[in-house]
């Protein structure tokens, strides 16, 4: 048993408890009252869980963005181990976004059509983040600004991202700043035959890769978890649902890095 001058030590400063109530900094600086407030109050059992999985996303995607910029800035900087270490951390956060479609595989059809409606033709599709993610990246594609309704405020955004440099752009350009005129040669040599110069380039390719393999399995846990739902229903934006989701499974946002395996 504890003595009495242990649990003394043990127990709470009740002042200092009264003093946090009075004013949580954790409380204040993640603003939980706002963000706990974002989702809906009534609605079906999994419609909560629904939305917070896609509120989730969206701040992740959020982070991505911030990331892929510094990621960018610092290739376009030939910092490339800094660099390195981003993109590491960007799949790092890829992989928590694919484990989130197993939350969403909880629910069953039936639950999921209670509530469906209710999101009156919202869709991923219309995620603006989700594409500024593919823009930076690398994968610009100006015909989206007219598919989707767009407030001012996100089609700036959008047109800044097809106008400024992308993650791919800046690792071209860091290819022909070393003076490597195939890529191929990055990749010709073994580990431990690799020449210096080029060891630094390979290892941001690959962490490049790596980036776009985790993007691939995050688009093909997508197009399961819909199929899981809907089956080959239409989408609920009004696409053609899982056909379109499965059509983009296969585009790279580095060709590149995936066309110089058949060089080799």
């Known amino acids: 048993m504890l003595s009495t001058e242990e649990v003394s030590v043990v127990q709470p ?23 706990l407030s974002c989702q809906p109050e009534k609605g079906t059992h999994d419609e909560l869980m629904f939305v917070i999985v896609h509120q989730v996303h969206e701040l992740w995607f959020k982070l991505m963005l911030f990331e892929l910029e510094e990621a ?133 390719a690959e962490a490049l890769l790596d980036v776009d393999q985790a993007y691939g399995r995050w688009r093909t846990h997508h197009a399961l978890s819909v199929e899981r739902q809907i089956g080959y229903k239409p989408g609920t934006g009004g696409s053609s649902g899982v056909d379109y989701l499965r059509s983009r499974i296969t585009s790279r946002l580095f060709p590149e890095l995936w066309e110089v395996r058949s060089q080799l």
């Open 72 to 204: 960018r800035d610092l290739l376009l900087a030939d910092r490339l181990d800094a660099a390195e270490h981003l993109l590491r951390r960007l799949v790092a956060i890829q992989n928590v976004l694919i484990s989130q479609w197993a939350v969403l595989d909880t629910m069953l059809p039936m639950d999921f059509l209670a509530f469906r409606d209710t999101l009156r033709g919202g869709s991923g599709f219309e995620s603006v983040q989700h594409r500024e993610i593919e823009f930076l990246a690398g994968r610009k594609d100006a015909g989206y600004l007219d598919q989707v309704q767009l407030t001012d405020a996100e089609r700036e955004r959008l047109v800044r991202r097809l106008e400024e440099p992308s993650l791919r752009e800046a690792f071209i350009a860091l290819v022909e700043k070393r003076g490597v005129d195939s890529l191929a040669k990055v990749w010709q040599h073994g580990y431990q035959d690799l020449p210096a110069a080029h060891w630094e380039l390979l290892r941001v």
């Open 13 to 35: 400063d009740r002042r200092n408890c009264a003093e946090h109530a009075a004013g949580s900094r954790y409380r204040e600086v993640l603003r939980l009252d706002q963000l």
